[in-house]
C-alpha cells in the first residue's frame, strides 16, 4: 500500500506505481474534509476512486484536523459501500 499526500496528483502517483499498487488517501484534509460537507465530501472521494482505479483504499491525504465538523466523517464510511467496494482480509 502506498499512502499519497493530498498534494501529489492521484494520477501521476497510479502511473508511477503502476496499475497492481494498491493506493491510499490523497483526499485534502483541510479543504475537503474540515471545510466540506458530506456531499462534497462524497464527490471527492468518488474522484480519487476514478483517478486510482480499484485498487484504492478511502483515507485523507495527511492527518484529518480534530476541528472538523463529525458529520463530514461519514462520507468516509458510506461511500467506499455505495461504490460496491467491499472489505477484504489479508492474512
Known amino acids: 500500500m502506498v499512502d499519497i499526500d493530498f498534494l501529489v496528483p492521484l494520477e501521476e502517483a497510479r502511473r508511477a506505481m503502476g496499475p497492481n499498487a494498491v493506493l491510499a488517501g490523497n483526499l485534502d484534509p483541510v479543504r475537503a474534509v474540515r471545510g466540506g460537507t458530506p456531499e462534497s465530501i462524497a464527490r471527492a ?6 483517478q486510482a482505479g480499484p485498487r484504492y483504499i478511502v483515507a485523507a491525504g495527511c492527518e484529518i484536523p480534530a476541528t472538523r465538523p463529525r458529520r463530514t466523517c461519514w462520507p468516509c464510511a458510506i461511500t467506499p459501500k455505495a461504490r460496491g467496494c467491499r472489505r477484504v482480509t489479508v492474512s
Open 45 to 50: 472521494l468518488a474522484e480519487c476512486h476514478r
